[in-house]
């Protein structure tokens, strides 16, 4: 695991702040973005566990959840035991690990794990 934490993207003409980035801002459709720092720990907000997961992710089951960085709010991977470890309102910190595999080829991005 790497310490690293999510970057954002600020829409350079009304302010709004987009993760993952968009093409197009959602607020006011301009173009022109710059990087931000998110925050390092988020908020848990809901929670689902995905009992099919897309091939190339070798566990059987993985947690997904809505997560609340202040100013977005998106949906990311989690890493617990079992869904008796969730509850709405635990923080949770960004690790970048592997995630799946595609072609081959490992396929890294951040997985929220209990702070
Ligand atoms: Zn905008």
Known sequence: MTERTPTGFKCLNCGKIHYPRHG???ECKQREFEEV???SEGTLITFT???APPSGIDSRSLFLGIIDLGEVRYTGQIEVEDIGKLHTGM???PHWKHVRTIDNRSVSGFVWLPS
Do not use: E, H, I, Y
């Open 24 to 26: 197009r801002c959602l």
């Open 37 to 39: 720092n998110l925050p």
């Open 49 to 51: 566990q995905l009992k």
């Open 91 to 93: 923080k949770l910190t």
